[in-house]
């Protein structure tokens, strides 16, 4: 599965972008999809993921209340919400979903198989 990550911009903080991922090549509809983000000089760490599609969702506590993760299985997309936008929330977003994800996992980067390529969140204050 190849993943399309867009939507990534600059804004001013409090202010708000969607994040789109598009998957082709396989759908992934009943697969567990997930953001991770990586700021310059730290790891990449879990921001949200839906695990399968339970609508089961699990948010890091930096961004817990903020941002949502939904998915549009039509269009074979997972969306990343992001409202009340932070400068710490500056860096570059991927998706990554994999169809082996068991539930202890689903915050592990290392647990994702399938990567899109990034796009790039600059929040100014």
């Known amino acids: 599965v190849q993943l399309q990550a867009s939507g990534g911009g600059s804004v001013q903080a409090g202010g708000s972008l969607t994040l789109s991922c598009a998957a082709s090549g396989r759908t992934f509809s009943r697969q567990t999809i997930a953001w991770f983000r990586q700021a310059p000089g730290k790891e990449r760490e879990f921001v949200a993921a839906?695990?399968?599609?339970?609508?089961?969702?699990y948010y890091a506590d930096s961004v817990k209340g903020r941002f949502t993760i939904s998915r549009d299985n039509a269009k074979n997309t997972v969306y990343l919400i992001m409202n009340s936008l932070r400068p710490e929330d500056t860096a570059v977003y991927y998706c990554?979903?994999?169809?082996?994800?068991?539930?202890?996992?689903?915050?592990?980067?290392?647990?994702?198989?399938?990567w899109g390529q990034g796009t790039q969140v600059t929040v100014s204050s």
């Open positions: 839906e695990f399968r599609s339970y609508g089961r969702t």
């Open positions: 990554a979903t994999d169809p082996s994800i068991i539930l202890s996992s689903v915050r592990m980067s290392q647990a994702y198989e399938y």
